[in-house]
Structure formats: structure tokens, C-alpha cells
């Protein structure tokens, strides 16, 4: 990872456009490209795929994630 | 009318921001990923910054898995509600898409 990054929010700003992993607080998580976010932390995902228990579960051409949702991690 | 041909995408504006994704929904048939396993399916109308939504001619599906207490079999029953015309409160959502693709 770059050294530049000096806070999350440039951080995410380096992320836009690569592929990620988010986690949601009920176990659920999404694989996608990140394609903005805002302050709330919502969240749009572009080929998002949605996994439960190691299992994918559906597939999104788009996806708007709200961002209240527990977000853990984006990998 | 002089030649600006700056390659500009078919979208208008794009997306920007998350909820412009919501918004380049509006009079379009969405999926709505709920709190408490339920689904929606249905036309937008309006929407907030809250993610509170007004959707018409919705499909409601309530997904409940129950555990049979000999077997311990797991059993997945759902339940369809249809409503003409639905207001959802924000704080419920989860995930909004637009329906193309979805399983």
C-alpha cells in the first residue's frame, strides 16, 4: 500500500475503483468495485456479489449499501 | 453547433455519490434488501437522503428459516405480500439495486 495515505478518508479515496471486500455487522458480506462513498458510509458497489457462510448468494449489476449497516471492513 | 466531442458517458452525471445510484432508479422497478430477512421488489417514486422510499406495485418476500425441533432439519418457508402503493422507513435498509440480474 502507498505510504502517501495519511487518513481513512484518503485511504478510501485511493480504493475508488478496485475491487473490495465490505462486512456487514449481520454477517454478510460483499464482494465489488467500489465506486464512491460518502460521510454516512454508504456505500456503491458495482459487480457485486453477495455472500453468506462462505456461500454467494445473489449478484448485483449495481448495489447502493446503506451505511448504518455495520460496515467492518473493506479489504 | 461546434465540435465538443469530450467523450461523455451515455449516463448523464454518473455516479457521484451513493445515492445518485438511488436516484438514477427513480420510475424504475428496484430491489430492496431489508432488515429481518425481507425483500422488496417495485417501483420507486421518491426517496430521501434517510433511504426512506415510496415504492408502488411492490412484492414483498418475508424469508423464514425454522429449525424442526426433532430433525433439526432446517426449513425455509417465504412469504409473499404484494401492496400497491408502499412507504418504507429508512433505517430498515440494507442494500438497493436496481433489479436487472437479480436472482
Known amino acids: 500500500m502507498q505510504s502517501q495515505e495519511r487518513s481513512p478518508t484518503e485511504f478510501l479515496n485511493n480504493v475508488i475503483g478496485r475491487p473490495v471486500l465490505v462486512k456487514l455487522n449481520s454477517g454478510v458480506d460483499y464482494r465489488g468495485i467500489l465506486s464512491c462513498l460518502d460521510g454516512y458510509m454508504n456505500i456503491a458497489l458495482e459487480q457485486t456479489e453477495e455472500w453468506v457462510n462462505g456461500q454467494l448468494k445473489n449478484k448485483y449489476g449495481d448495489a447502493f449499501i446503506r451505511g448504518n449497516n455495520g460496515i467492518k471492513s473493506i479489504l | ?103
Not at chain 2, 18 to 37: A, H, M, T
Not at chain 2, 39 to 51: I, S
Not at chain 2, 55 to 72: D, G, K, P, R
Not at chain 2, 89 to 100: M, N, T
Open chain 2, 1 to 103: 453547433m461546434t465540435e465538443e466531442t469530450h467523450t461523455a458517458p451515455v449516463e448523464p452525471a454518473a455516479v457521484e455519490e451513493p445515492l445518485d445510484l438511488v436516484r438514477l432508479s427513480l420510475d424504475e422497478r428496484i430491489y430492496v434488501k431489508l432488515r429481518g430477512d425481507r425483500e422488496l421488489r417495485g417501483k420507486l417514486h421518491a426517496y430521501d437522503g434517510h433511504l426512506n422510499m415510496v415504492l408502488s406495485e411492490v412484492e414483498e418476500t418475508i424469508t423464514v428459516v425454522e429449525i424442526n425441533e426433532e430433525t433439526y432439519e432446517e426449513v425455509i418457508r417465504t412469504q409473499k405480500k404484494t401492496s400497491e402503493m408502499l412507504f418504507v422507513r429508512g433505517d430498515g435498509v440494507i442494500l438497493v439495486s436496481p433489479p436487472v440480474r437479480t436472482g
